[in-house]
């Protein structure tokens, strides 16, 4: 075995995972990945230099480490189909997929392999994302070590103990970068509705979500809340819109939005069965 890493599935999160690992100094040539659309195929041979193959059991021949970057409705077929060679080769298993469990994967591919389930965001396609990782009790500290590795590729890492909370991790991160998305929307909407122009509103919309971004991840920075504190003036403009948002249930709407996206997570788990 060599310390090959194989992807099966070139989209959009896997092609960040190979960015950042190539930028990281890793060699394009321990990097196969197996993707079954010829322009996909391309653009990472042309972009990365790596290893590019048709078909899944020529791309983990050899690798010693598999990441599985498909779509959870495929995700049993795919396993099942290289269960007979993660039986001989043994690979520390890495997933990206929402909703499929450990316990799936490892079933899948025939039992007793170490797998870390993992979960990314689109963020990622920038070195500025975040992942929340689980590790089954088959993976030990070089194989914990090595996947917060490839996923430090594509920004911040966190450990998750449970991996009940990895549904909870998809619904507040996972899809977070879309709730973030709508609410610069909905900016640029109501600034366009207020009379500013069109380009005016989306420039100023997108850069104050930049800017608040920046300031909350700053290192030493307070919190939401004691930012939110600072910049809201009493009686002022910004007071007035925070009450209007109270108002109206946002607290509790997000509440509800992440519930439900926790919720489609168990139920993609369930369906994969």
Not at 83 to 95: G, K, M
Not at 235 to 261: D, P, Q
Request: proline share 4%; net charge negative; aromatic share 4%.
């Amino acid at each position: 075995m060599s310390d090959n890493i194989a992807f099966i599935g070139g989209g959009n999160m896997a092609r960040s995972l190979i960015g950042g690992l190539i930028a990281k100094g890793r060699a394009p040539s321990s990097i196969h990945v197996a993707e079954p659309v010829a322009a996909l195929r391309d653009a990472l041979q042309a972009d990365f230099g790596v290893s590019v193959l048709d078909t899944g059991t020529a791309a983990v021949s050899g690798a010693s480490t598999w990441v599985f970057a498909v779509k959870p409705q495929v995700m049993r077929m795919v396993c099942e189909s290289l269960a007979a060679q993660a039986q001989v080769q043994r690979p520390l298993v890495i997933s990206i997929a929402a909703g499929i469990t450990g316990d799936q994967l490892e079933r899948w591919l025939g039992g007793a392999l170490p797998v870390v389930r993992t979960m990314p965001n689109t963020p990622a396609l920038l070195g500025a994302g975040v992942t929340g990782l689980h590790a089954s009790d088959q993976v030990d500290a070089d194989g914990r070590a090595f996947a917060e590795t490839l996923l430090a590729a594509a920004g911040k890492t966190v450990w998750i103990d449970s991996e009940d909370l990895m549904d909870a991790v998809t619904a507040v991160s996972g899809s977070g970068p879309a709730y973030v998305f709508l609410l610069a929307e909905a900016m640029i909407d109501a600034g366009i509705s207020e009379g500013l122009p069109a380009d005016a509103a989306r420039t100023l919309a997108l850069q104050t979500v930049l800017g608040a971004a920046r300031m909350l991840t700053e290192a030493g920075a307070p919190d939401a809340a004691e930012l939110r504190r600072r910049v809201t003036s009493p009686n002022g403009t910004t007071h007035a819109a925070i009450e209007s948002f109270e108002a109206g249930g946002l607290r509790a709407l997000v509440a509800s939005a992440i519930h439900a996206a926790r919720k489609r997570g168990r139920e993609l788990s369930a369906a994969n069965e």
